[in-house]
């Protein structure tokens, strides 16, 4: 149990489906990432939201789109995916501006796109 | 660009430290260095960090020289289920959570044997 729980752990969907991978943290901290890793690839840092603030990898296509309700929720919406898209999500927290900066991990979402 | 170089791959015979090297040649004066390991198919799990001096905690120890320019992760008995992806990365640990800070890279991929 790493205080971060993101779900659905596995996801099969078609490229013209519409979903969404859920992720919470109860740690109470202040910021939240998506991170994509891709079969033998390193992690790919997607979006931060950071005391209210989104950062994004400007790489990241635009069928995926994140949402962040509250500093305890965050959301990736995904639409019209590509196979190429297939990967594990993976959804961190940490407290930043005082606390010691480390990340914490869910178990991350799976997803396959076919 | 990737801020941390490290090997690929290392084996380490059970019951004996691992070493687990890494440059960061141009790491920043406010950066500290954090190590993660991931094992299969899991999210990355937080192991220590630190900023110039050496840190040891129930998981490992690290050793940072004294030009900041690499670090070395001990695991001073290692086990099977050491056997992981270990990343070493170099962040900010405060307030710093722009997309550049949190580059993972390829990590080294570490087999305990028997």
């Known amino acids: 149990e790493t205080g971060v729980t993101q779900t659905p752990r596995h996801l099969v969907m078609g490229m013209t489906n519409k979903k969404s991978l859920k992720c919470e943290q109860h740690l109470g901290h202040n910021a939240m990432y998506w991170y994509k890793q891709s079969a033998k690839k390193p992690l790919e840092l997607m979006f931060v939201?950071?005391?209210?603030?989104?950062?994004e990898n400007n790489s990241v296509p635009s069928r995926f789109s994140p949402e962040c309700p509250n500093s305890s929720h965050l959301f990736l919406h995904l639409h019209t995916l590509q196979p190429e898209d297939s990967a594990l999500y993976l959804c961190?927290?940490?407290?930043?501006?005082?606390?010691?900066?480390?990340?914490?991990f869910g178990e991350g979402s799976r997803l396959t796109v076919l | 660009d990737a801020k941390t170089t490290q090997p690929p791959s290392m084996d380490c015979a059970e019951g004996r430290a691992a070493n687990l090297p890494c440059n960061h040649s141009t790491i920043s004066g406010n950066e500290y260095v954090y190590w993660y390991r991931q094992i299969h198919s899991q999210g990355p799990q937080y192991i220590i960090h630190?900023?110039?001096n050496n840190e040891t905690n129930e998981m490992a120890s690290l050793i940072i020289t004294e030009d900041r320019k690499s670090s070395t992760l001990i695991l001073p008995h290692a086990t099977l289920r050491d056997t992981a992806v270990y990343y070493c990365i170099v962040r900010v640990a405060r307030g710093g959570t722009g997309a550049n800070n949190l580059f993972f890279g390829t990590g080294t991929r570490l087999t305990v044997i028997p």
């Open positions: 630190g900023l110039k």
């Open positions: 939201y950071s005391l209210e603030e989104r950062v």
């Open positions: 961190a927290s940490s407290q930043e501006g005082g606390g010691t900066g480390e990340l914490f």
